[in-house]
T-cell receptor, first 113, second 108 residues
Framework: ETGVTQTPRHLVMGMTNKKSLKCEQH?????MYWYKQSAKKPLELMFV???????ENNSVPSRFSPECPNSSHLFLHLHTLQPEDSALYLC????????????FGPGTRLTVL | GQNIDQPTEMTATEGAIVQINCTYQ??????LFWYQQHAGEAPTFLSY????GLEEKGRFSSFLSRSKGYSYLLLKELQMKDSASYLC?????????FGAGTRLTVKP
């Protein structure tokens, strides 16, 4: 595997389900990010992890819970989501922080019924 | 408030030059990024400006004026594969704010 990978690529879930999105980067970077991309809206930064520590949380609802167990892996745990949470969730990584070029994964297309 | 504004759509002809503008009003500024995103794909990095002036990289150039809160991306010798969305993003501390993107269509 190369670059940034995300699983699953597509996910359909009900509002009462609990699911997790997984991201893995094979680039040796030390910062990772979660973004949300909704139709007709700008890309939104959700969470920033640097050296496995969360350094930014852009007022994201608590039904989204990130986890970064090591510098190569990032998870987004989902529970009791709303239909408006349906979107493309993108993971990205960079070296030494957000001021450097970010490499994005292909995203997980999430549909909440 | 914080605003990052770009035109929604642009059309240009293969072989031509196109300039995509971005204006911003943000609470802070450390740098400005341009990303390219083809339909159904992830964004890919194009350029990063910290200081005023022009940064050139092959067919693509990006300009920044911090005093005016203004940037543009210049694409030369347009090719059909340049049809994509172009995202302007302002970085401040640990935050990154994106514009809604400009969808560029290149026609033969």
């Amino acid at each position: 595997e190369t670059g940034v990978t995300q699983t699953p690529r597509h996910l359909v879930m009900g509002m009462t389900n609990k699911k997790s999105l997984k991201c893995e980067q094979h680039l040796g970077h030390n910062a990772m990010y979660w973004y949300k991309q909704s139709a007709k809206k700008p890309l939104e930064l959700m969470f920033v992890y640097s050296l496995e520590e969360r350094v930014e949380n852009n007022s994201v609802p608590s039904r989204f819970s990130p986890e970064c167990p090591n510098s190569s892996h990032l998870f987004l745990h989902l529970h009791t989501l709303q239909p408006e949470d349906s979107a493309l969730y993108l993971c990205a990584s960079s070296q030494e922080g957000i001021h450097n070029e970010q490499f994005f994964g292909p995203g997980t297309r999430l549909t909440v019924l | 408030g914080q605003n990052i504004d770009q035109p929604t759509e642009m059309t240009a002809t293969e072989g031509a030059i196109v300039q995509i503008n971005c204006t911003y009003q943000t609470s802070g500024f450390n740098g400005l990024f341009w990303y390219q995103q083809h339909a159904g794909e992830a964004p890919t990095f194009l350029s990063y400006n910290v200081l005023d002036g022009l940064e050139e990289k092959g067919r693509f150039s990006s300009f920044l004026s911090r005093s005016k809160g203004y940037s543009y991306l210049l694409l030369k010798e347009l090719q059909m594969k340049d049809s994509a969305s172009y995202l302007c993003a302002v970085y401040n501390n640990n935050d990154m704010r994106f514009g809604a993107g400009t969808r560029l269509t290149v026609k033969p």
